[in-house]
């Protein structure tokens, strides 16, 4: 786990040098904006329901650990977008966490299954760390509605993520709070996904990553290892590995 593969080294200067495809819209009748050919915005969704405004420090920990384990150059803030924001179309990566209950309004449902539809990739965590908790239960109900009883399903440990950049061979990171048995008190020792036409469009944990990299960056240098690695290969996955 601590080196990436040639691969993922390889890709980040892809990403850099726009080798990567860009979404230009014309296909779907979208407007992504060619985000694999200029900076990563680290997008934040913002849903009517619930507080989706968690974990408040992740974002600049991770876009620091792109800085430094990858040439993928980066947007230093993060970016705020309501769900139901035509918006939404310019950042093929975001971010939806939160505690309490998902309930999206009808244009919010509308454009979220519109964006995972036409490649857009959303990474989904429950802060609460429970499957039986409300934002579990809430927001699978929303993708149950959205894409079908069965289209959130779990994932081979042997998925591309755990490879898009550094190597995980025993799948998804175990975290601290599940450890310590904060939630459910139970270790997930699996991912489950929404997969449109073989790439994953929904990635959902009940990991609670969000609070695990939810600290000052600068306090990783007393860290025996980095536990915001995974986040890199989620990014670099998102934008085309």
């Given at each position: 786990?601590?080196?990436?593969?040639?691969?993922?080294?390889?890709?980040?200067?892809?990403?850099?040098?726009?080798?990567?495809?860009?979404?230009?819209?014309?296909?779907?009748?979208?407007?992504?904006?060619?985000?694999?050919?200029?900076?990563?915005?680290?997008?934040?969704?913002?849903?009517?329901?619930?507080?989706?405004?968690?974990?408040?420090?992740?974002?600049?920990?991770?876009?620091?650990?792109?800085?430094?384990?990858?040439?993928?150059?980066?947007?230093m803030q993060e970016k705020?977008?309501?769900?139901?924001?035509?918006?939404?179309?310019?950042?093929?990566?975001?971010?939806?966490?939160?505690?309490?209950?998902?309930?999206?309004?009808?244009?919010?449902?509308?454009?979220?299954?519109?964006?995972?539809?036409?490649?857009?990739?959303?990474?989904?965590?429950?802060?609460?760390?429970?499957?039986?908790?409300?934002?579990?239960?809430?927001?699978?109900?929303?993708?149950?509605?959205?894409?079908?009883?069965?289209?959130?399903?779990?994932?081979?440990?042997?998925?591309?993520?755990?490879?898009?950049?550094?190597?995980?061979?025993?799948?998804?990171?175990?975290?601290?709070?599940?450890?310590?048995?904060?939630?459910?008190?139970?270790?997930?020792?699996?991912?489950?996904?929404?997969?449109?036409?073989?790439?994953?469009?929904?990635?959902?944990?009940?990991?609670?990553?969000?609070?695990?990299?939810?600290?000052?960056?600068?306090?990783?240098?007393?860290?025996?290892?980095?536990?915001t690695k995974f986040a890199?290969?989620?990014?670099?996955?998102?934008?085309?590995?």
């Amino acid at each position: 786990m601590g080196e990436p593969e040639k691969q993922g080294r390889f890709l980040s200067k892809k990403i850099q040098k726009g080798a990567l495809p860009v979404f230009d819209g014309t296909e779907f009748g979208l407007t992504f904006s060619g985000m694999f050919s200029s900076r990563f915005t680290f997008a934040r969704l913002r849903y009517r329901s619930g507080d989706w405004d968690t974990d408040q420090r992740m974002p600049s920990n991770v876009l620091n650990s792109l800085i430094e384990y990858t040439t993928v150059p980066v947007e230093m803030q993060e970016k705020v977008i309501d769900l139901a924001s035509p918006d939404l179309f310019r950042y093929p990566f975001c971010y939806l966490s939160g505690h309490r209950l998902v309930q999206f309004t009808a244009a919010e449902g509308a454009n979220f299954k519109k964006y995972v539809q036409n490649g857009g990739f959303v990474f989904v965590d429950d802060c609460n760390h429970d499957i039986d908790g409300l934002f579990a239960r809430s927001f699978e109900s929303q993708m149950a509605a959205l894409f079908g009883p069965r289209a959130l399903s779990k994932i081979s440990d042997q998925h591309e993520i755990y490879r898009s950049f550094f190597t995980f061979e025993k799948g998804p990171p175990t975290t601290s709070f599940e450890l310590n048995g904060w939630g459910d008190d139970l270790v997930h020792d699996y991912l489950r996904a929404i997969t449109v036409n073989g790439r994953i469009g929904v990635l959902y944990s009940n990991k609670d990553y969000g609070c695990e990299w939810d600290y000052d960056f600068r306090n990783k240098r007393f860290m025996a290892e980095d536990n915001t690695k995974f986040a890199v290969n989620i990014v670099v996955y998102a934008m085309g590995a």
